[in-house]
């Protein structure tokens, strides 16, 4: 995969990003949908020949459907391009779990960022199907918002209905929309390089290891730490998506709002994806019954969505496990927990400060044996117990203690929103332009760690 495709990599920030920039600002308004698709494809190009032109033939179909859609509301034609839609990544993600163990399988078998540009395709027909979309959409107009740069990769999973049909020509990208696009650039950035990738070497380090051979106070530090680069990873890309959107003339998309802040798992997972939780929500659980038929058919509703939203990020068991085991905490929640406020207001905040960190170890590790293992280290009540290697814990935490504090300290919904507000202020500036050139210089020197979901 080539770097570029890597936000955080020099090649993306230092050429693609500032060329695309500087022709989007000087062609006229109208032409800025052709401007963006065309610049979306060659993006996505680097990543390969195959996958550029299965984007572009699935973008050829889905418009085309959509056209016949538009004319005539059959549900038949819905269901047709649906069907396809879900069949190719269904095959796909089936193609990649059997040649897992090939270097090429992702590149091939699973295209980068299939699984967000096909749901923004199924969303788009679901949304001409009921008739939210209001101005039949040219195909310039379909294909720039289905190829999007800024979130083709990895989403957010913005909706079309959402305002961004003719955005592009009646916006004007004025000097503070940009300043504030550029923060959550660089805020993202530092996320990325700074607090993910760093923390990432510990998860690294672990492995290597063996989990069989970790102590108990290392299996936990290294659950909370696999916590920390995941969420930071995918909201530092999330903040890069989003401020690179402002460039281009569109709103603040939230894709993370503070979700270790949630009191809940089920508010945990409205804050954290938001844009997925919420396609999920209207094009899954909603079309399902949602919560209108009864508490059985509520539950079985649920645990339907945890347990695609688990084979949506991958096809082997332990993300069929892990989205069933959300699924049932959240139900939990709701049914039992719920009965008693005080009772949910604390055990769901244990479920998102001990829970979360342990349902991530289910998704990080792909074989169930091993996670077996890992859970042994962290419950030794019948294993061997915590002497394994019981120094162990206090060497690594010596090392990576700055970086959990910054993350911990992060994670508090003042202390982000502190930044955001004193954005302007001229030691923020100072600030964030050191943050960014020292960013730069690890992104540099570590040739651009890809994004953790890119794999999804």
Request: glycine letters at 10%; charged letters at 15%; one cysteine or more.
């Amino acid at each position: 995969m080539n770097n570029i495709l890597v936000f955080s990599n020099w090649q993306f920030l230092g050429v693609f990003l500032p060329v695309f920039l500087i022709a989007f600002y000087l062609v006229p308004g109208r032409y800025r949908n052709a401007l963006l698709f065309a610049g979306s494809v060659v993006f996505y190009a680097a990543g390969g020949l195959l996958p550029t032109v299965l984007l572009i033939a699935l973008t050829i179909v889905n418009y085309l459907a959509g056209c016949a859609l538009w004319e005539s509301g059959e549900r038949k034609k819905f269901c047709a391009i649906v069907s396809l839609d879900a069949g190719v990544l269904v095959v796909c993600k089936v193609l990649a779990l059997l040649s897992q163990e090939q270097e090429t399988a992702f590149s091939f078998a699973l295209p980068v960022g299939l699984s967000f540009y096909l749901f923004k395709m199924i969303s788009w027909q679901a949304d001409l199907f009921r008739g939210e979309i209001r101005n039949r959409p040219t195909f310039v107009q379909a294909a720039a918002y289905f190829t999007m740069f800024p979130q083709v990769t990895q989403g957010p999973i913005m909706r079309y209905r959402d305002g961004f049909a003719g955005r592009l020509s009646r916006r004007k990208v004025t000097p503070a929309l940009f300043e504030d696009g550029l923060v959550l650039l660089t805020i993202g950035f530092a996320m990325k390089t700074l607090l993910a990738d760093r923390i990432g070497i510990l998860w690294n380090e672990i492995s290597k290891i063996g989990y069989e051979s970790i102590s108990t106070p290392l299996a936990w530090l290294g659950a909370y730490g696999y916590s920390f680069q995941l969420f930071y990873d995918f909201w530092g890309y999330s903040l890069m998506a989003a401020g690179i959107g402002m460039m281009l003339g569109f709103p603040f998309v939230e894709n993370f709002a503070h979700p270790y802040a949630a009191g809940s798992i089920g508010e945990f997972y409205r804050r954290w994806h938001a844009t997925l939780g919420r396609w999920f929500r209207d094009y899954i659980y909603i079309p399902l019954g949602g919560s209108r038929r009864g508490t059985a058919r509520t539950i079985f509703n649920l645990l339907i969505v945890w347990a695609l939203t688990g084979f949506w990020h991958g096809g082997t068991l332990n993300y069929v496990v892990w989205g069933i085991v959300l699924g049932l905490l959240i139900v939990s929640e709701k049914y039992l927990l719920s009965r008693r406020e005080g009772l949910l207001r604390a055990v769901g905040r244990i479920h998102v400060l001990v829970a979360i960190p342990l349902t991530w170890v289910i998704f990080a590790i792909p074989k169930m044996a091993d996670i077996g293992t890992y859970f042994a280290r962290l419950f030794p009540f019948f294993g061997s117990g915590e002497a394994v290697n019981s120094g162990d814990f206090l060497k690594y935490l010596g090392i990576y203690w700055p970086f959990f504090a910054a993350s911990a300290a992060l994670c508090v919904p003042a202390v982000f929103k502190t930044l955001v507000r004193c954005r302007r202020k001229p030691w923020m500036t100072a600030l964030l332009t050191v943050l960014f050139w020292v960013s730069m210089y690890y992104s540099i020197h570590s040739a651009g760690n890809r994004f953790m979901y890119f794999s999804y």
